[in-house]
């Protein structure tokens, strides 16, 4: 039983990050609303000198400037990502005509919206490392004026606090890094399933969308054909035309050809082959007679 609440556990991490790094966010903050000195753990304390303490306090410092660097390269990568994801509207449209049913359409829209949501996500974490989280604790002047022992003391104590300043740092960074990977996850699915040669009904991607079925023949469509049909409603007279020309004769040399025809009365050129008697159609467009 706690195998699966632990495989549940880094599923639910996984697909939502923010579990990890909000409770890591609150434990850190108390650390540093309660601050305590780095000398409190160094059994003898006396032995680090005040040169120390003052090195050590530097990496902290150095440390914020490279995790806010960090935090600049996201935002770099945020921007290419969200161009890639304004240009989903193509996507869809692809997605929709090589697939009819709804699922799939519905499942790939969901996936844009996560993409985007992670993304957005991702810019303001990466927003808070550089405005909120742009805060370092210093050193007292008062302390180096009220001796060696109170200047270590407040050494102890920023050196301290800028670590667990640090760590919320990394933890922003890092859970940025971990929504632009479920972002990119969900643009590939996305881009894997309006790429792909097969539509969910078995269909090659030239032969979707519809068919008609006669008593004659079976007619199938290429995805341009489909367009073309959609948006000037030609279909009856393509399909006329087909079995005008194939009744003719048009056929009989060669079978398994393409055969090109001109259906004069709708002014339109139509490329079709047929293979038994399914008739499939890979091109309508118009022509003009001088």
């Known amino acids: 039983m706690s195998k699966v609440l632990d495989a549940i556990n880094k599923c639910l991490v996984l697909v939502i990050p923010f579990i990890e790094y909000y409770k890591a966010d609150k434990i850190l903050r108390k650390k540093i609303e309660n601050p305590q ?58 997605v929709y005509e090589n697939y009819t049913h709804p699922i799939i359409s519905g499942i790939v829209f969901v996936l844009l919206i996560l993409a985007t949501i992670y993304m957005i996500a991702a810019g303001i974490l990466s927003f808070k490392v550089l405005v909120d989280e ?17 200047l270590r003391e407040d050494y102890g104590e920023c050196i301290s606090q800028n670590r667990n300043r640090n760590l919320i740092r990394n933890n922003c960074n890092y859970t940025s890094y971990i ?37 004659e023949y079976s007619f199938v469509y290429s995805s341009s054909a489909v ?43 139509i490329k079709f082959s047929m293979d038994n008697r399914v008739i499939t159609v890979w091109l309508i467009e118009p022509y003009t007679t001088p």
Do not use: M, W
């Open 179 to 215: 929504c632009i990977r479920n972002a990119l996850a969900c643009l590939f699915v996305v881009l894997f399933l309006s790429a792909i040669p097969y539509a969910a009904t078995g269909n090659s991607a030239t032969d979707k969308a519809y068919t008609n079925d006669f008593s």
């Open 37 to 94: 000195s780095i000398l409190d753990d160094v059994d003898n304390p006396n032995a680090i000198s005040i040169d120390i303490l003052k090195g050590q306090y530097a990496d902290a410092i150095y440390a914020k400037d490279k995790l806010e660097d960090k935090a600049k390269t996201n935002l770099i990568g945020i921007t290419i990502a969200i161009t890639l994801i304004t240009g989903a509207s193509g996507i869809l449209s692809t």
């Open 227 to 269: 367009a073309y049909i959609k948006d000037y409603e030609v279909q009856d007279s393509v399909e006329i035309a087909i079995k005008q020309a194939v009744n003719s004769g048009v056929l009989n040399k060669d079978k398994t050809a393409l055969i090109g025809i001109n259906d004069s009365n709708n002014s339109l050129f």
């Open 134 to 150: 742009n805060r370092i604790h210093t050193v007292s002047l008062n302390s180096f004026a009220a001796g060696e022992t109170a």
